[in-house]
């Protein structure tokens, strides 16, 4: 079985954010694999140990994300691609489009992704790449079987669970709650250091930047408030909807 996984390096959950000058410091910031990706690595090396074959663990960003692809390769991936070139980097709409490209130069039977990234929080490129690359999609997997040329997925919905079955090749998203993902060993991440890893360009995926350019714009970034504590409002009824509205127009201007 051919198995890909489409990860992200993201700030460590327990990073405190810090801007400056509009923009996110990543001085001394501690950078991981984003944890839904984590749980698609560690389903794919599960799928590995169950029906044998590869996996292949694949990241669009800067060079500091081959980090976060040696851990994968600790961990049991077999094989790691980084595009690593900066007139690639855009929005979910580039990514979709560069992963498709890359994903393209390898075979697959089950394409696994993080439901979402924790730093944007989109949840959108596995979905467009799935599009893209014309296969079906279940998302927010929480179980995930595989045999005969088929899958059966629990999905998290809305509290509840639905079942879900396909055909291969297919592409998956992991939620929180599918598996836990393993450390690596000392010898795995000795191994994983010694690995080469692929790299790809605009070139060698045949991709011109221009046309797959960002689609949206980014025109601030700025942190949340911070928290207050709450008011009692006081008098009757009809005085306490008057200061409410004038709260939320005056204060916090949500009207």
Do not use: W
């Amino acid at each position: 079985m051919n198995i890909i996984v489409c990860m992200k390096q993201t700030f460590d959950t327990e990073e405190r954010i810090v801007l400056d000058n509009g923009k996110i410091k990543e001085d001394g910031v501690k950078f991981v694999i984003n944890p839904y990706d984590e749980f698609a690595v560690e389903e794919a090396i599960r799928l590995k140990e169950q029906h044998g074959g590869q996996v292949t663990v694949i990241t669009l960003g800067p060079p500091r994300a081959e980090e976060a692809l040696r851990t994968a390769l600790a961990m049991g991936a077999d094989d790691a691609v980084i595009i690593d070139d900066p007139s690639l980097f855009g929005d979910e709409y580039t990514a979709a489009q560069v992963l498709a490209k890359a994903v393209e130069k390898h075979p697959y039977d089950i394409i696994l992704a993080g439901n979402q990234a924790v730093d944007d929080g989109s949840g959108q490129v596995a979905v467009r790449l799935a599009e893209l690359l014309g296969i079906p999609h279940i998302g927010t997997v929480t179980k995930l079987e595989v045999a005969d040329g088929k899958v059966r997925a629990e999905r998290d919905a809305e509290g509840d669970v639905e079942v879900v079955e396909g055909d291969l090749p297919i592409l998956v998203t992991a939620q929180q709650g599918l598996n836990e993902p393993r450390y690596p060993s000392l010898i795995g991440i000795r191994k994983a250091n010694k690995k080469p890893i692929t790299r790809y360009t605009a070139a060698d995926l045949g991709l011109d930047a221009s046309e797959v350019g960002a689609k949206a714009e980014i025109l601030e970034i700025f942190l949340p408030k911070p928290k207050v504590g709450g008011r009692i409002l006081q008098g009757d009824l009809a005085d306490q909807v008057k200061e409410l509205v004038q709260g939320l127009r005056s204060d916090e201007k949500v009207l």
